[in-house]
């Protein structure tokens, strides 16, 4: 794992990536007890979000330069499965900038915010984030009124109030 | 194991450094793998 985030502070670096943050299961992880997951999320804004279409070739260009090739959906670093997910909506683009930054033994790195993991999962609404944001309620720390300062921001206050009616049932 | 402990487990858990969750994350994994080769 630390190899594959001192390869993610590389690519920072070099300018490949913006800036990037760790999300989904590894980032739940880091706010509760170890749960199961088998990939690494990443979160990365491009150097051609202004505007322009996002692309992901220049990044797998430059993994593959370092040996790093993909594999389906995945690149394989250091024996970690990593996605790399364009900053895909405003909300991501804040979670990727707002996120903390975390040591993990020797490599800085970060990883979004418990807030804004809620809020994402939120957005993206598939049944297994909805059982994420339920764990994360009872697991974690939250802080409830910047979480609904985000939620209120992205639009998302409709969307939580019936996630709550139906987690409170 | 009464409710009570199991929550301190939980939050005892919670509470260690990103690596060594990282460790029991890999010997999950590790479990996980053993289990689909047994479905297979």
């Known amino acids: ?169 | 194991m009464k409710l009570d402990s199991k929550r301190e487990r939980r939050r005892k858990l919670a509470a260690l450094p990103f690596h060594r969750k990282f460790e029991i994350l890999r010997k999950l994994r590790k479990r996980a793998s053993g289990y689909k080769r047994k479905a297979r």
């Open chain 1, 1 to 169: 794992m630390e190899a594959a985030l001192k390869v993610l502070n590389e690519l920072e670096r070099e300018g490949v990536v913006e800036r990037y943050a760790i999300g989904g299961g590894v980032a739940t992880l880091f706010y509760t007890e170890p749960i199961f997951t088998e990939d690494l999320d990443i979160f990365v804004i491009l150097p051609a979000d202004t505007g322009q279409l996002v692309s992901l070739t220049p990044l797998y260009e430059a993994l593959n330069q370092k040996g790093y090739r993909p594999q389906k959906e995945f690149v394989v670093i250091a024996g970690e499965y990593v996605q790399f997910l364009p900053a895909y909506s405003d909300l991501v683009v804040d979670a990727v900038k707002d996120a903390k930054e975390v040591r993990y033994q020797d490599t800085l790195t970060r990883v979004v915010s418990v807030e804004h993991l809620i809020a994402i999962a939120l957005e993206t609404g598939r049944p297994k984030d909805n059982v994420r944001i339920a764990y994360l309620l009872e697991e974690a720390e939250v802080n409830r009124p910047f979480l609904l300062f985000i939620l209120g921001r992205y639009g998302l206050r409709d969307k939580w109030e019936k996630f709550l009616y139906r987690y409170e049932q």
